[in-house]
C-alpha cells in the first residue's frame, strides 16, 4: 500500500514539474504591434493572451529597467487601434480606454492569430501598453503573471 502512495505522489510531482516547465517555455504573452513616437519618449507595445487562462500585467519599465514617468494599459477595439500620444490626459486620449495598469486583466484569445480567424472582431478588445519617459525608450520590459507564474518580456524599440 505504501509503495503505490510513493508511485502516486511521484506521478503528480512529475506531472507539476512537467506542467512548469511547459509553461514556462511557452509564455502566452504575444507582442503583435510597436509603436514609437517622434521624439522616442512615448511608446505603445500591442499584446494578446495566447494562453488558456487570463494574464495580469504586474510592472513595465524601460531602457535599463527605469521607471517611466507613466505607463497604462489601452483597452480599445480594431475599429479605434491604439494610438501613441505624450500625454494620457488629452481628449484624443480618452477615446482610448487608458486604463491604470494594476486594474487590468488581459483575457483569452486575444493574440493577434486568434483575431485573425475571427472575422467579426470589431468589438474584440484590443490591448495595448503604452510608457511615457524623460529619455528616448530603447526598450520595454513587460512583466505580468499567468497560472500564478511571473514572466517578463523584453520589447526592442530600436530597429
Do not use: C
Request: hydrophobic share 40%; no cysteine; aromatic share 10%.
Amino acid at each position: 500500500m505504501k509503495k503505490k502512495r510513493w508511485i502516486f505522489a511521484l506521478v503528480i510531482v512529475i506531472a507539476a514539474v512537467g506542467f512548469y516547465s511547459f509553461i514556462k517555455f511557452n509564455p502566452p504573452i504575444e507582442v503583435n504591434t510597436l509603436g514609437i513616437s517622434q521624439s522616442q519618449k512615448s511608446v505603445v507595445v500591442g499584446i494578446g493572451n495566447t494562453g488558456f487562462s487570463k494574464m495580469k500585467i504586474l510592472n513595465v519599465s524601460v531602457n535599463n529597467n527605469e521607471k517611466p514617468i507613466e505607463a497604462k494599459v489601452q483597452v480599445s477595439n480594431d475599429f479605434k487601434g491604439l494610438v501613441i500620444t505624450e500625454d494620457f490626459h488629452s481628449k484624443e486620449a480618452r477615446e482610448f480606454g487608458f486604463t491604470n495598469i494594476k486594474d487590468v486583466t488581459i483575457p483569452t484569445k486575444t493574440s493577434f492569430s486568434d483575431r485573425e480567424k475571427d472575422s467579426d472582431n470589431k468589438n474584440d478588445k484590443l490591448y495595448g501598453v503604452s510608457a511615457l519617459h524623460n529619455k528616448a525608450i530603447h526598450k520595454v520590459y513587460i512583466k505580468y503573471r499567468y497560472l500564478g507564474i511571473s514572466f517578463e518580456e523584453t520589447v526592442s524599440v530600436d530597429s
